[in-house]
């Protein structure tokens, strides 16, 4: 017998055996995919799951959804050349009337597009490229708890040491500011104190000239912050950052490689504050679940020469053929509408869920953007203030929730918030089982002896 025949075990066998050691999913999701639909995915062994993974956030209509589909299948059926390079096609050029469709009117009307290499790394990599060849500057200012990516510039602009720490060279002057975070506030204050302290340590550093920074390439944030934990920007600090950006003429590059395209609540998370970025980095759900990534920014920056970033890959007809049609379902269908409504529902409900158990220190996030953070209620973190993160209770909980049929994402220091990105098609009768399932896990772990009818009456 094939090993391809011998359920989740034989294939994941063979992956360890061939797959180098820095594959990260497979450790603590112990399943290969036979099939998925929707909000739903079968391995294997025939166990189905809710899939709160989504690929990172990828998956906004879910898989395999028939719009989506549909036109992948008209497109192999009409013989559509699926490989140009940077050469138009009708299908690129309507992917692009969609995509500035979807825009804010004042940001697409003075809009340029660049086609990356399918990833949002690459994305990130091009709108720095750009912000540095349009100011003629080096330094670039990046927030701590942030991730754009794993290449060189993107992994520089990383809060996340651990990843940084073996990998020499990486980008220089890069300077990594305080982002606000009500929990774990980097001034130890919190709350709307916390995020104005915040905004004037910047402005204050930004107009010294003793401050150590040169005149900056550009500023680089994310609205929610995604690998950081669900961490959510509030509107007013972001108004206070393009304010503080704009008087300097330093470039704002708002990363939404994971929060645009209706996930938060708006068809773009910058919109919940009203600015408008310089440059926009997107991928992930604008490919419709296929690679894809462009970096969208304002024509005054497009100043860099012919091939000045490029990339065999650029073309992927298939994804911009996925693109369109996800995109204008989800405009639409007002799916930005519904992740606000659903996901107030799950966030109501994993907060009743942390009103149970200390170990649960900060339920947030944004629309179907959400991360419960577990910690030692019996450690304070750095000594002081809110209590250390817990890792390994989190991980339990993932584990919990994946026997259970629930597959969830851990992030942010010390991988400590378990983190929920459904696809933004999921019901409230989903959201309800997952949050059921959620509970119980939880107080599995915590091992109260609470029945988990109670936590989640």
Not at 36 to 62: F, K, N, P, R, S
Not at 239 to 262: A, N
Not at 292 to 313: I, K, N, R
Request: glycine share 10%; aromatic share 6%; hydrophobic share 40%.
């Amino acid at each position: 017998m094939s090993y391809l025949d011998s359920g989740n075990s034989g294939i994941l066998a063979k992956q360890a055996e061939r797959e180098s050691n820095a594959r990260t999913y497979p450790r603590h999701l112990p399943l290969a995919i036979r099939e998925a639909h929707g909000v739903t995915i079968t391995d294997m062994d025939g166990d189905e799951y809710y899939d709160c993974l989504a690929g990172a956030g990828t998956l906004a209509l879910g898989h395999n959804h028939p719009q989506v589909v549909e036109t992948m299948e008209r497109v192999f059926s009409a013989d559509r050349p699926i490989h140009t390079l940077d050469i138009s096609t009708p299908a690129k050029e309507r992917f692009v009337d969609t995509l500035f469709e979807s825009l804010p009117e004042d940001f697409a009307a003075s809009a340029k597009v660049q086609f990356c290499s399918p990833a949002g790394t690459d994305a990130v990599e091009a709108a720095l490229k750009l912000v540095k060849t349009a100011t003629g500057n080096r330094s670039l200012l990046g927030f701590q708890g942030a991730y754009h990516g794993m290449t060189n510039g993107a992994l520089s602009l990383m809060g996340d040491t651990d990843a940084k720490e073996p990998v020499t060279g990486l980008m220089s002057e890069v300077h990594h500011l305080p982002f606000p975070y009500d929990y774990r506030c980097p001034l130890g204050v919190g709350g709307e104190e916390g995020h104005h302290l915040t905004s004037t340590y910047i402005e204050n550093l930004l107009s010294d000239p003793d401050g150590g920074i040169t005149d900056p390439a550009g500023m680089i944030l994310e609205p929610v912050q995604g690998e950081g934990g669900a961490v959510p920007a509030p509107a007013e600090w972001l108004r206070e950052m393009r304010r503080i950006t704009r008087e300097r003429d330093i470039p704002l590059i708002v990363d939404e490689i994971q929060t645009g395209l209706g996930r938060t609540g708006e068809t773009y998370a910058f919109e919940h504050a009203d600015i408008t970025p310089d440059v926009l980095t997107l991928s992930k759900a604008i490919g419709g679940g296929l690679p894809l990534a462009v970096v969208v920014y304002d024509e005054s920056l497009d100043v860099w020469e012919p091939g000045a970033h490029a990339g065999t890959f650029r073309d992927n007809q298939l994804a911009m053929a996925a693109g369109e049609a996800t995109i204008e379902y989800v405009l639409a269908n007002d799916l930005d509408d519904h992740a606000t409504e659903v996901g107030a529902h799950l966030r109501d409900q994993l907060t009743d869920t942390a009103e149970c158990f200390d170990t649960i220190g900060d339920v947030r996030g944004r629309g179907l953007m959400l991360g419960v953070e577990f910690v030692d209620p019996d450690t304070n973190w750095q000594g002081a203030g809110p209590h250390a993160p817990d890792g390994d209770f989190a991980e339990a909980v993932q584990a919990e929730c994946f026997d259970r049929g629930v597959i969830v994402e851990l992030g942010e220091r010390d991988s400590a918030t378990v983190r929920f990105l459904p696809p933004l098609v999921v019901s409230k009768k989903q959201i309800d089982d997952i949050a059921t399932i959620f509970a119980e896990a939880v107080a599995v772990v915590a091992n109260t002896g609470k029945d988990p009818a109670e936590v989640t009456a």
